[in-house]
């Protein structure tokens, strides 16, 4: 069987799964990408321009002054020594682990971290745990055994603050805690929460007073700020760590001028942003009011809304109805989620009309009864 054959054929299987996937442009009300405070879908004039291309990395010829600023004003967002861009946050969080832990050391993942640590991990060829998702008492009994073994230099805990996929947030303060008592260095993912929670919207871990009991923190640009990039916020060895060491940032070429000052608005937008904050958790609570009011159980803290279906089938055929409707909720199917617990994956934005959001509602439990098993077609 040629090469091209094979992958055909595990091409069907996964279609005969209800697992294929496809490109597709957005069609219909978004309620499926992460633009939580609806600045990446508006449209900006640009002021004046700047070179398209950086036309190296950022240690060769890509760092562009504006960077400097950026990362300033990142840091003081924070209240953190430094921080330091990096093209997404997929490289970010891969860069940022392998580099800071090395083989050697030890390492406590939670289950449902996103893929791009998992990769981190790997790469850095420390010894990995896998806790179970937020239980810190397993995850304290693990750090205990660590902590009894010579064999380990540094522990570390890695965990995302509001969890993509599950739409819950992790019980940062007690593994912030934990860790400590261990003598174990936490890395927090805030892909989902920035803009959204926290003094001027920098985070959870900022929000709970945690930025000095954290080693570090990894945000991205692409969710809720609305534009490409990515970055690490920690202390300022840390960040010279990183620009000497860190492969995936000393090795690519830099994002463009052009998106350092895109970052400069997002982040003053961002900063100053308390009414579309308000405006996402208010829509949020009523849409998870209605849907409770139809008895339906959805899944999730808040503005990531999850409603369980289980079959990889069944939730394209949900979401599919859903589309045909004017949502484009999508189906979250394995391996990003594990099998038998497919999920429509709904997210609230601060620029939703609260009808629509309503009429979501109204539209979901014509499509999933209360436990969000399907309805009957
Ligand atoms: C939790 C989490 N971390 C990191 C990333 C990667 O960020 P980026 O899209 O900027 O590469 C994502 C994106 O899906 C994510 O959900």
């Known amino acids: 069987m040629s090469l091209l054959d094979r992958w055909q054929r595990e091409l069907d299987d996964l279609r005969a799964l209800g697992r294929d996937r496809q490109l597709r442009p957005p069609l219909g009300h978004d309620f ?13 004039s640009e002021p004046s321009p700047l070179p398209r291309g950086s036309t190296a990395s950022r240690l060769l010829r890509g760092h562009h002054p504006l960077w400097d600023i950026v990362e300033e004003r990142i840091a003081r967002w924070h ?18 682990l392998s580099t800071v832990i090395a083989p050697g050391d030890w390492v406590a993942s939670d289950q449902f971290n996103h893929a791009s640590i998992i990769d981190g991990l790997r790469l ?20 205990r055994r660590a902590r009894q073994s010579s064999a380990h230099r540094e522990l570390f805990v890695v965990t995302e603050s509001l969890f993509s996929m599950e739409g819950d947030v992790a019980p940062l303060v007690d593994i912030v805690e934990t860790a400590q008592n261990y003598g174990a260095n ?26 000095d009991r954290v080693l570090a923190t990894m945000h991205t640009g692409g969710k809720a700020l609305g534009i490409p990039g990515a970055y690490v916020a920690g202390s300022k060895v840390l960040r010279d760590y990183l620009v000497n060491r860190c492969r995936q940032l000393i090795f690519a070429t830099a994002l463009p001028p052009q998106i350092a000052r895109w970052w400069k608005e997002a982040l003053d937008r961002t900063w100053h942003d308390d009414d579309g904050r308000r405006r996402l958790h208010a829509l949020t609570s009523s849409f998870r009011g209605a849907l409770n009011e139809r008895g339906i159980k959805a899944g999730g803290d808040h503005y990531i809304v999850l409603i369980p279906i289980g ?13 045909a409707a004017g949502f484009d909720v999508r189906a979250i199917r394995p391996p990003t989620v594990p099998p038998g617990a497919s999920r429509l994956r709904i997210s609230i934005h601060a620029n939703h009309e609260s009808a629509t959001v309503a009429a979501l509602a109204e539209a979901i439990a014509g499509v999933v009864l209360w436990d969000g098993s399907p309805t009957r077609p």
């Not at 079959?311 to 589309?323: I, M, P, S, T």
């Open 32 to 44: 499926s990408s992460n633009d939580y405070l609806g600045y990446g879908a508006r449209v900006f």
């Open 79 to 96: 209240g953190a020594e430094s921080a330091l861009i990096f093209n997404t946050g997929y490289m970010a969080n891969e860069g940022l």
């Open 124 to 143: 850095s060829k420390a010894e990995k745990v896998i806790y179970p998702h937020n239980d810190v008492h397993a995850l304290k009994e693990q750090l």
């Open 186 to 211: 936490v890395i927090v993912d805030e892909a989902h929460s920035t803009g959204c929670f926290g003094p001027q919207g920098s985070g959870l871990v900022d929000d709970l007073g945690l930025r």
């Open 311 to 323: 079959g990889d089938v069944e939730a394209v055929r949900a979401a599919e109805k859903l589309q």
